[in-house]
């Protein structure tokens, strides 16, 4: 067990909807990281919290957005769902910024399974 | 960040030590080699990770070669739950981006 949290595990939604994901990290991290896994494109990050900001962005559809709320959990919010946006959706969580210049390590929730009919 | 490749698929004995090589040659001074591993769709694993000396840990030992353009990860005694697909990464521990940057992989199979 990492310690970071993923609320669904499963979720079945049609196209055209949207969904939203959350992810509780690590008692004390401040990161917080969000990676889309499917079959054709394998892990992938989509974009990262750090303390309630948006810290970096990866190849996230405009469609999807994410925020870090004061205590520190974070949502994943998935709107106008096509059936390519079914995937596996993983948070991560980490407890150093890399600005400290330390190595910095992320543990993974158990994901959420996005299915789109 | 630097590159890595790995092998696609690996099979090893239950009991005997498995070990998955990585190529990282165009790794820089201030980059890291990590290590995770996913288990059948579970979330991904943190294993080990390294600068340039050999670290060992309760699950592995990471073996980094003196210029730190490949490394070799050790599980010295496979089992079973030890199947999964096992990730490479390199990348720095300074900068304002911390992503991690996933390869396809060793894909391990531990046999009877």
């Known amino acids: 067990d990492s310690g970071v949290t993923q609320t669904p595990k499963h979720l079945i939604t049609a196209t055209g909807q949207r969904v939203t994901l959350r992810c509780s990290p690590r008692s004390g991290d401040l990161s917080v990281y969000w990676y889309q896994q499917s079959l054709d494109q394998g892990l992938q990050f989509l974009i990262q919290y750090y303390n309630g900001e948006e810290r970096a962005k990866g190849n996230i559809l405009e469609r999807f957005s994410a925020q870090q709320f004061p205590d520190l959990h974070s949502e994943l919010n998935l709107s106008s769902l096509e059936l390519g946006d079914s995937a596996l959706y993983f948070c991560?969580?980490?407890?150093?910024?890399?600005?400290?210049?330390?190595?910095?390590?992320?543990?993974f929730g158990p994901g959420t399974r996005l299915l789109v009919l | 960040d630097a590159k890595t490749t790995q092998p696609p698929s690996m099979d090893c004995a239950e009991g005997r030590a498995a070990n998955l090589p990585c190529n990282h040659s165009?790794?820089?001074?201030?980059?890291?080699v990590y290590w995770y591993r996913q288990i059948h769709s579970q979330g991904p694993q943190y294993i080990i990770h390294?600068?340039?000396n050999n670290e060992t840990n309760e699950m592995a030992s990471l073996i980094i070669t003196e210029d730190r353009k490949s490394s070799t990860l050790i599980l010295p005694h496979a089992t079973l739950r030890d199947t999964a697909v096992y990730y490479c990464?390199?990348?720095?521990?300074?900068?304002?981006?911390?992503?991690?940057?996933f390869g396809t992989g060793t894909r391990l199979q531990v046999t009877l």
């Open positions: 991560a969580s980490s407890s150093t910024p890399a600005r400290y210049g330390q190595p910095e390590t992320q543990y």
């Open positions: 990464i390199v990348r720095p521990f300074s900068g304002t981006a911390s992503k991690l940057t």
């Open positions: 165009t790794i820089s001074g201030n980059e890291y």
């Open positions: 390294g600068l340039k």
